[in-house]
């Protein structure tokens, strides 16, 4: 059975650092693309970071480039979110998501919306407070 399952949030202050997880079972996900959603209360879904199945490339959104990382530790089967210099404003539930099983998602591939990827994690929330 395919399964993502999300670690690492918690409770961080105002210019700290968290490292998120994504880990894959069942399947390879290096084989996969994999994006991080983030969705923070009272605001829509946003994909945030995304990496590439085939050369791996990465693609960041506005709000987190130059402060966040995606990155694959073949290793331990998942993907990494590297997130520095959090803000109160990067408080949200993250989530990942696997995309490239279908051929829909190859249109747009990790500009494809939420309702293409293919397999998505429960969530972890990450909460940026003093």
């Known amino acids: 059975q395919m399964h993502l399952e999300e670690s690492g949030g918690g409770l961080v202050q105002p210019g700290g650092s968290l490292s998120l997880s994504c880990a894959a079972s069942?399947?390879?996900?290096?084989?996969?693309?994999v994006a991080w959603f983030r969705q923070a209360p009272g605001k829509e879904r946003e994909q945030i970071a995304c990496?590439?199945?085939?050369?791996?490339?990465?693609t960041y959104e506005e709000p987190v480039k130059g402060r966040f990382t995606i990155s694959r530790d073949n290793a331990k089967n998942s993907v990494i979110l590297q997130m520095n210099n959090l803000g109160p404003e990067d408080t949200a539930v993250y989530s990942c998501a696997m995309g490239g099983v279908r051929a829909s998602w190859y249109i747009r591939k990790c500009s494809a919306g939420p309702s293409e990827w293919d397999l998505w994690g429960q969530g972890t929330l990450v909460n940026v407070s003093s």
């Open positions: 990496i590439q199945n085939v050369d791996h490339t990465t």
């Open positions: 069942g399947f390879t996900l290096n084989m996969y693309a």
